[in-house]
């Protein structure tokens, strides 16, 4: 193993001719150059310098490890730049999954901080829900997964996220969205409606994880909901309300993430929620761009 002491060395020998006035150079003793020196010629098994009295030449091998001495030093330099680069913050690099509605609401707010404040730190966006996002952290894609989870929802895995760091950012309660005309409309400024109320109105259901929310919820309250729409896309699920075409549950971070015309809010009893939260792996968050990441992820969602 040659170590890079042992090549700076070397190179003082090369271009001062002697060990005393290497170690001058360097700003140690002649002895110790000479330690340095036997160390280097055991580990490469061959001489590089050749002695006759007071001079010094090198040896074939010598030339050679000293011509490459300098790109190898002048490439750990750079090395050693850029590594403390991204230690300071100075330089970095974030792939960040998101789901939609915390696209659109927590993550600009966090990376605009983030910017500010480390400029240098990139950060790559692509969405996509979860347990997709999570398996793209898990398979190295990305180095943070926004996610969620209902909370009591059946079904869903024991420990699923025990291998993983789990910064919690908010519970995100579902509310009703009807029409501003509906009968039940007016409830929306009286107080909250119990879902099964809208046990016989046709359905505009979210993404596949909120639809099955959807049905176990309606279902724990007695009816099975008739969904009409389907769609992934937010607008769509409160264009589609506004029209008058059924009624909907969507998380509030999802209502918050456009905005909803024609639509009435309702709060729903009893209340059912979702957990928010940023994940990353364990070695990943010790690195400090994921780590600025993860607490500019949770400074958005407190505000």
């Excluded at 913050?89 to 990376?111: D, E, H, I, K, Y």
């Amino acid at each position: 193993m040659i170590e890079a002491r042992h090549l700076r060395v070397l190179r003082a020998v090369a271009a001062t001719g002697s060990f005393s006035a290497a170690g001058r150079e360097l700003g140690c003793t002649q002895p110790a150059v000479s330690q340095q020196m036997k160390a280097l010629e055991a580990s490469v098994g061959t001489p590089l310098l050749v002695r006759s009295g007071r001079e010094m030449r090198l040896t074939q091998a010598g030339e050679a490890l000293v011509r490459h001495a300098a790109g190898i030093l002048a490439g750990l330099t750079a090395a050693e730049e850029e590594v403390a680069a991204i230690a300071g913050l100075r330089a970095g690099r974030v792939r960040l999954v998101s789901f939609p509605s915390g696209s659109s609401t927590l993550v600009p707010t966090a990376l605009a901080a983030l910017r500010a404040a480390h400029p240098g730190t990139r950060v790559s966006l692509e969405e996509a829900e979860p347990p997709k996002s999570v398996e793209l952290l898990r398979e190295g894609d990305c180095d943070v997964a926004l996610a969620f989870r209902y909370e009591g929802a059946a079904g869903a895995p024991e420990g699923e996220w025990d291998d993983l760091v789990v910064r919690p950012l908010l519970r995100d309660r579902l509310v009703a969205l009807v029409p501003e005309r509906h009968r039940l409309a007016r409830t929306a400024a009286s107080g909250s409606l119990a879902i099964g109320e809208l046990a016989a109105e046709p359905w505009i259901a979210g993404c596949p994880r909120c639809r099955g929310q959807l049905v176990e919820v309606c279902e724990s309250a007695g009816f099975t909901p008739r969904i009409d729409f389907a769609t992934d896309d937010y607008p769509a699920v409160v264009g589609l309300v506004g029209a008058g075409l059924g009624v909907a549950v969507l998380p509030q971070l999802a209502v918050e993430s456009v905005r909803p015309r024609g639509v009435r809010m309702v709060t729903l009893e009893p209340a059912v929620r979702r957990e928010i939260v940023a994940l990353t792996l364990p070695d990943l968050a010790q690195v400090p761009a994921v780590a600025a990441t993860l607490e500019q992820l949770a400074r958005a969602a407190a505000r």
